[in-house]
């Protein structure tokens, strides 16, 4: 079956630490793989998404992911942590053959001043 | 201003009271999906559509209901509520234009409680 995981419930760091969310994959093919954000009581906000080219993608407040299809991760990344990252980070991923997006559980981040 | 919307934000029922949850867009967008929010479970897609009068199940559509009549709405609706319908639901829309990759515009969240 196809799925998305994210191995941590939730991270720590402390601000201005570089800090690392995980995201792992399982589909068929080459897949289209996205980060969102989610802030308390807010909708999803799209941070940023590898379709092809580059394994290393950048996007919005200053995060970027890797692509590493040999491991099958494309885990978000920040040179500097801010306490207002603190916030749930979902890895979604739309298997090539599909319409559809499948989303890991969530990774709760907490910044630490 | 681009955005998703969706009404009611918060909603109270009761067992077997028929309710919809209405999402519109603004940004001519062809494909729009509804989700759950679950604790632990993370977000699942309950139905989506890839334009008008196309719909389509999603990973769990069991008690739920959709309409595409127009571009721009979506409506979800539940006949007949029950507690374990109890959730947050998400609406979210996307263009087809290749090169996207069906990146979503999710609207804000609606909490619904069934009693």
């Known amino acids: 079956a196809q799925s998305v995981a994210q191995p941590e419930d939730q991270v720590n760091v402390a601000e201005g630490n570089p800090l690392t969310v995980k995201c792992t994959y399982s589909?068929?093919?080459?897949?289209?793989l996205f980060w969102y954000v989610q802030y308390p009581n807010r909708g999803l906000q799209f941070l940023l998404k590898?379709?092809?080219?580059?394994?290393l993608v950048k996007g919005s407040y200053g995060f970027e992911a890797e692509f590493n299809k040999s491991q099958t991760s494309f885990h978000l990344k920040k040179p500097s942590a801010l306490v207002s990252d603190s916030a749930l980070y979902f890895c979604?991923?739309?298997?090539?053959?599909?319409?559809?997006?499948?989303f890991g559980t969530g990774t709760r981040l907490q910044v630490f001043p | 201003e681009a955005q998703v919307t969706q009404n009611p934000r918060y909603l109270i029922t009761v067992t077997g009271k028929k309710l919809t949850v209405t999402c519109s867009q603004n940004m001519n967008h062809e494909y729009m999906s509804w989700y759950r929010q679950d604790p632990g479970l993370g977000l699942r897609q309950i139905y989506y559509s890839m334009n008008v009068e196309v719909t389509d199940k999603g990973d769990v559509p069991e008690g739920y209901k959709v309409s595409r009549k127009e571009k721009r709405n979506f409506p979800l609706i539940l006949e007949s509520p029950s507690p374990n319908q109890t959730s947050l639901y998400f609406c979210?829309?996307?263009?087809?234009?290749?090169?996207?990759?069906?990146?979503?515009?999710f609207g804000p969240g609606t909490r619904l409680l069934v009693l």
């Open positions: 979604a991923v739309r298997p090539e053959t599909t319409d559809k997006l499948i």
């Open positions: 979210a829309s996307s263009s087809l234009l290749a090169g996207g990759g069906l990146t979503q515009y």
């Open positions: 589909v068929s093919g080459n897949p289209y």
């Open positions: 590898y379709i092809t080219g580059d394994n």
